[in-house]
């Protein structure tokens, strides 16, 4: 199945249903997504079912604005777990691969307050002058837990989403000098959906660590970034059982994957030089795609101009 949150046209609430095609069947007496969380799936599929089947109303998908899936996640840890990506950015500053990255699946925690959805406008944050995108997907704790094992853990998945995990280059590289964050150059923006797409709907395409999806990302429709979820070093389970480490995962939880191979103009730029690859300025427009889990487009503008159009749309 997939969730959608979405605000209907003329609406002053959101609403939660399963897209069928292009019409969202909207679930009864259902506010948010995360109250059908909290156990092994049952009440979700339960919901589903009977949205598909009785829904409160059907909307068309051209009648809403999407959501993000989960517009205000208890918690954000993105991962860092693709080894092309994690390989090339230390290479080019002449760096060896540190041997404990395939020891530690390690995270930072960012910020649930600077979720955005689909189509909404971002903004680089005071300071910035070097904004980049990052192809991640996440995935969406369905069940609480702590110190699960790895084994265990991707029964507490939910689903899955796309992330663009937003990063301000320049004010990440002065905070992490000082050997912490990253703070400021990443907590102000973070995109997720359109959807949320429920595991059964991935075991078809099961590879590796992962699923054999395409990743792509593209700016102002030219193509950047394209990779495979499948090319994975850590499994979504191993990250959930790593973040549940001596602490808690509760429903609502979002886990990044961290940037796939090639998937954010840092990379490409150190690679292909920053004359092919600059970085992002008001006006361009960023859409990541993965294969089953959709697309999710975000406009640049400048600073300001985010909550005006925020009001507007």
Not at 31 to 45: A, C, F, K, M, V
Not at 220 to 243: C, K, Q, T, W
Request: charged share 20%.
């Amino acid at each position: 199945m997939r969730w959608v949150t979405a605000r209907p046209a003329g609406a002053a609430e959101d609403v939660v249903g399963v897209l069928v095609g292009d019409e969202v069947h909207v679930a009864r007496g259902v506010s948010r997504l995360t109250d059908l969380l909290g156990d092994d799936g049952e009440r979700l599929t339960a919901a589903g079912e009977q949205a598909v089947a009785d829904p409160a109303v059907v909307v068309p998908l051209s009648g809403v604005r999407l959501q993000p899936p989960v517009p205000r996640p208890p918690t954000i840890r993105d991962f860092y777990a693709f080894e092309q990506h994690v390989r090339t950015a230390r290479e080019r500053r002449g760096l060896e691969m540190d041997p404990l990255w395939h020891e530690l699946p390690v995270f930072y925690f960012s910020n649930p307050y600077g979720v955005v959805g689909p189509a909404d406008p971002v903004a680089a944050p005071p300071g910035c002058a070097e904004l980049d995108f990052e192809l991640e997907v996440a995935a969406v704790v369905g069940q609480a837990g702590s110190d699960i094992e790895a084994d265990a853990a991707e029964a507490h998945i939910a689903g899955y989403t796309i992330m663009n995990d937003w990063s301000a280059r320049d004010l990440q590289r002065a905070e992490m000098r000082l050997n912490l964050g990253p703070a400021k150059g990443k907590d102000f923006a973070t995109s997720l959906g359109p959807w949320l797409v429920t595991p059964d709907e991935l075991t078809p395409h099961r590879a590796a660590k992962a699923f054999a999806l395409a990743m792509r990302a593209s700016v102002n429709g030219r193509p950047y970034s394209e990779a495979s979820l499948a090319d994975i070093h850590y499994s979504f389970g191993e990250m959930v059982a790593y973040a549940s480490r001596g602490a808690r995962v509760e429903p609502g939880d979002v886990i990044g994957s961290g940037t796939c191979g090639t998937g954010c103009i840092l990379e490409l730029s150190l690679v292909h030089g920053a004359e092919a690859y600059p970085w992002l300025v008001p006006g361009d427009v960023v859409e990541l795609s993965v294969d089953g889990l959709g697309s999710l487009a975000n406009p640049v503008v400048a600073r300001g101009e985010e909550a005006i159009s925020d009001q507007t749309g």
